[in-house]
């Protein structure tokens, strides 16, 4: 993976790219119309942050994001990451009859480069609720199976140093998600196959927005 020419972590470049889906950047024009929410997971889900318009507040958020050092929140929970976005999506379900418009659609991409190790949903069972709400699920592979690089921070000096490990994505998971709930599984390698990812997730999800404009005039003929 590279950003601006520079090998980085895949999390950097997941960063970039996501950041870029949001708010626009290179060929991804953003989702300027759209409430989008930020969850983090490894050993447990979090919400970072809430559905919101506020996108600048998401991508602050987003990248203030680091992998999991403490070996008691290690791990890979996919289900709870998924019931967790299933459950803040049902909240706007609550908001519609605060607002005029209706939501057209709602949907979560689920990145991750493990396999569902943690948590107490499974995949599987997470999936089921997400086509019972009528919720599309994009799955998106990150990396490659095998020994990859991941940053990690020393406790004792503060530095920041780069440690294999090993890697294992579970396609098949993946793919029964998106398959179930009508969505898509992808498969990123590199940062330009993420891009290519995140590019088609957009032209997939197109919502007609309309806007009422309002003229103020004075008439100056009388």
Do not use: C
Not at 48 to 67: G, Q, W
Not at 195 to 210: F, G, P, W
């Amino acid at each position: 993976f590279e950003v601006d020419g520079r090998p980085v972590d895949r999390l950097t470049a997941i960063k970039d790219v996501a950041g870029k889906f949001v708010t626009g950047g290179d060929d991804l024009p953003g989702r300027f119309a759209d409430l989008v929410g930020l969850i983090t997971f490894a050993g447990y889900a979090d919400g970072v942050s809430p559905l919101t318009l506020d996108h600048s507040y998401l991508t602050a958020r987003l990248r203030k994001t680091e992998i999991a050092t403490d070996q008691n929140e290690d791990g890979t929970a996919i289900g709870d990451a998924i019931s967790l976005a299933l459950e803040k999506l049902k909240t706007l379900d609550q908001r519609r009859g605060q607002q005029d418009e209706d939501v057209q659609s709602k949907i979560v991409i689920l990145l991750t480069d493990g396999e569902n190790n943690a948590g107490s949903v499974e995949p599987a069972e997470a999936a089921a609720l997400a086509e019972t709400l009528g919720i599309k699920i994009y799955t998106i592979g990150v990396g490659t199976t095998g020994r990859a690089p991941v940053p990690v921070t020393n406790p004792l000096t503060g530095r920041r140093t780069m440690q294999w490990t090993e890697v294992h994505i579970d396609e098949e998971t993946l793919q029964n998600i998106a398959q179930k709930t009508g969505g898509k599984y992808f498969r990123a390698t590199d940062t330009e196959s993420l891009a290519a990812i995140y590019e088609e997730i957009d032209a997939l999800e197109k919502s007609r927005v309309e806007e009422r404009h309002y003229v103020d005039y004075r008439e100056l003929a009388i």
